[in-house]
């Protein structure tokens, strides 16, 4: 299809884990994208998304900071539809209660309130993407582990902080926010509640959740035994769902994106048998006594998605860590 008729998006966040696969598939379907980063000249940090197909005529980087009113203006103004992927980053703080809200929770909320407002200003947007999460659903203690939890299920604010889950917090409080106010100014918001991502990474830096996967290939299980059951999804799924869901009519309220939902057994058992090569992969956990869950998808799968499977994104996790040298090919 012919560029000019995909228009122009914005994208929040453009160099993270996530967004740059976002970016990176936006571009392949001919659309013109604005990206906004914290930094535009950081070559090291952006060089990736400038080598991607089509970003010399269609991509343009520019700054925008979550805390600053007002700094997303000039990149959403014009713009047909706005992705918003950008989270908050974490900063060495002294107090651990003050570095949570000032870090985690307001940003979150303000951050996402502060695009919304010039989302708000834009009197050619169509619709607003916004990166939710599946823990915005499953932190809870009363549903039926016989019923998987679909999208009309919010996780409990209450037992996010009394169990500490800041990210899942965050992520529930920022979604209720962007809810409320683009009922309350007229603004068409899907918002997409992927699972644990797994796949390459295309920024050179690993964020957390790369790096978290990395450090369970090597053997380092701690990250994940907390979770003791999670549901995984391949990172280009995701940037993937996030177009189909802004480009359908018919779309509307939240999806759930997840590909599978294993035990962190059921994953160890699953690593250590296709990559026996790896010296240190994980050959089981320490039992946790944690909630059974199942996601259900079936919203997102009536618009024709399918998802990529658990050895796909494996595979494409540990072959892309190997290019970068992250991981090493023989034993």
């Not at 992520?171 to 209720?176: D, H, V, W």
């Amino acid at each position: 299809m012919d560029s000019n008729v995909k228009g122009k998006v914005c994208i929040t966040g453009a160099s993270g884990f996530l967004a740059s696969w976002l970016v990176k598939r936006l571009l392949l379907a001919g659309y013109h994208v604005i990206g906004t980063v914290r930094d535009p000249g950081n070559e090291r940090k952006l060089g990736h998304l400038w080598r991607l197909e089509g970003a010399e005529e269609r991509l343009r980087l520019v700054r925008a900071d979550l805390m600053e009113e007002g700094s997303f203006d000039d990149a959403i103004m014009g713009c047909h539809g706005v992705f918003h992927t950008a989270s908050p980053v974490l900063k060495p703080c002294s107090d651990p209660k003050a570095r949570i809200i000032a870090e985690i929770l307001e940003p979150a909320v303000e951050g996402t309130l502060n695009v919304l407002r010039s989302c708000q200003k834009n009197p050619t947007l169509r619709r607003v993407v916004l990166t939710s999460s599946s823990s915005t659903v499953r932190v809870r203690d009363d549903f039926d582990p016989h019923v998987p939890l679909d999208e009309s299920y919010w996780s409990s604010i209450e037992l996010c902080e009394r169990l500490q889950i800041w990210y899942a917090l965050s992520k529930t409080l920022s979604e209720k926010a962007a809810w409320k106010f683009c009922e309350e100014n007229g603004i068409d918001l899907v918002t997409v509640l992927p699972s644990f991502a797994i796949g390459p990474s295309l920024p050179p830096d690993l964020c957390f959740t790369a790096s978290d996967v990395l450090g369970l290939l090597k053997g380092e299980t701690l990250q994940f035994m907390w979770h003791g059951r999670m549901g995984y999804v391949h990172v280009d799924d995701i940037a993937l769902c996030h177009i189909l869901v802004y480009e359908h009519e018919a779309a509307q309220g939240r999806y759930l994106c997840n590909s599978t939902v294993m035990d962190n057994n059921q994953l160890a058992s699953f690593l250590s048998s296709r990559y026996a090569w790896l010296p240190n992969i994980p050959k089981g956990f320490e039992q946790l006594n944690r909630p059974w869950y199942d996601f259900d998808t079936s919203k997102l799968k009536s618009l024709g998605f399918k998802f990529k499977s658990i050895h796909e994104m494996f595979d494409d996790c540990v072959a892309s860590l190997v290019d970068q040298g992250y991981l090493s090919s023989t034993i």
